[in-house]
């Protein structure tokens, strides 16, 4: 009986630990495989919440065999056409992180254009407790007549708390056509000035700001991110863009950038094709 008892509470003792461990980290994989060209972009590979025009296409390809193709009309702010939503596995809470990679192609010829009011691209939803909107930690694309076309983080959370907010934070990089580009965000969810904001290009860290509130309360939560979804200003032609190897998780990665900083960097078929250039020169 002492035995049984003994093991029972050893049993107990394990479900406890792993109750409370960090074993509910999730990580979302959307590499567009899993569907059939020209049907929607839903399923286990793709998102959660295509928009209207957000289809699998084999058009423009990154890795394998598909991707996400998004188009949005000109004269539209794109909403309910261009993009669409991952709906998290768990819901992320104060001291939880997130690391959102995708890659992005958008052909020659795409007009950013804003009139300096920034394309979404990366997007991470946060709300209060009861599921009212707080904002957005985003990743813009800026494009103007006059600077070009960069790439800029904007936190859309406590904007009304007079926390400060990384408001059209110009990271430097011109944004390039024809060629497919990955970008990251990372972003750690804290109120009071704690939080922390990072953004990569082609694993190159171009923006890392810590000292902001990325939680207005310290019980807001998030449960999404998002991709596109407005085009500010409206777009001023019908163009597309081309979506692919999206990965999202709660689960610190391995790989670290030149700074220490741990981010997910560049999927393995961009290594492998970076390595044999490199062999080639």
């Known amino acids: 009986?002492?035995?049984?008892?003994?093991?029972?509470?050893?049993?107990?003792?394990?479900?406890?630990?792993?109750?409370?461990?960090?074993?509910?980290?999730?990580?979302?994989?959307?590499?567009?495989?899993?569907?059939?060209?020209?049907?929607?972009?839903?399923?286990?590979?793709?998102?959660?919440?295509?928009?209207?025009?957000?289809?699998?296409?084999?058009?423009?390809?990154?890795?394998?065999?598909?991707?996400?193709?998004?188009?949005?009309?000109?004269?539209?702010?794109?909403?309910?056409?261009?993009?669409?939503?991952?709906?998290?596995?768990?819901?992320?809470?104060?001291?939880?992180q997130v690391w959102f990679r995708a890659y992005f192609y958008f052909p020659a010829g795409f007009n950013f254009y804003t009139a300096g009011q920034g394309l979404k691209i990366l997007r991470i939803h946060v709300l209060t407790s009861t599921g009212h909107n707080v904002g957005y930690p985003t990743l813009y694309i800026n494009g103007s007549s006059w600077n070009g076309y960069y790439l800029e983080v904007v936190n859309e959370v406590g904007t009304t708390s007079g926390d400060p907010v990384c408001a059209w934070k110009h990271l430097g990089t011109l944004v390039k056509t024809g060629k497919w580009m990955a970008l990251e965000m990372y972003v750690k969810f804290e109120p009071d000035r704690s939080g922390i904001i990072r953004a990569w290009q082609n694993g190159n860290l171009v923006f890392d700001e810590s000292g902001i509130s990325t939680l207005k309360e310290s019980t807001d939560k998030s449960m999404e991110s998002l991709i596109f979804t407005y085009f500010n200003n409206n777009s001023r032609q019908t163009q597309s863009a081309y979506i692919d190897d999206v990965v999202i998780t709660s689960d610190q990665p391995s790989e670290r950038d030149a700074h220490g900083n741990y981010f997910i960097g560049l999927s393995p078929a961009r290594i492998s094709s970076e390595k044999a250039n490199r062999s080639e020169h």
């Not at 909403?79 to 939880?96: I, T, V």
């Open 1 to 96: 009986m002492n035995r049984i008892r003994f093991y029972l509470s050893g049993l107990l003792i394990i479900l406890g630990l792993v109750m409370s461990s960090p074993v509910l980290s999730w990580t979302i994989n959307s590499t567009f495989e899993c569907g059939t060209a020209g049907r929607a972009a839903r399923g286990n590979c793709a998102f959660s919440e295509p928009f209207s025009s957000t289809q699998f296409t084999q058009d423009e390809v990154y890795s394998g065999k598909l991707a996400a193709k998004t188009t949005v009309s000109k004269g539209t702010d794109g909403w309910g056409q261009w993009g669409g939503y991952y709906h998290f596995p768990r819901k992320l809470y104060r001291g939880d």
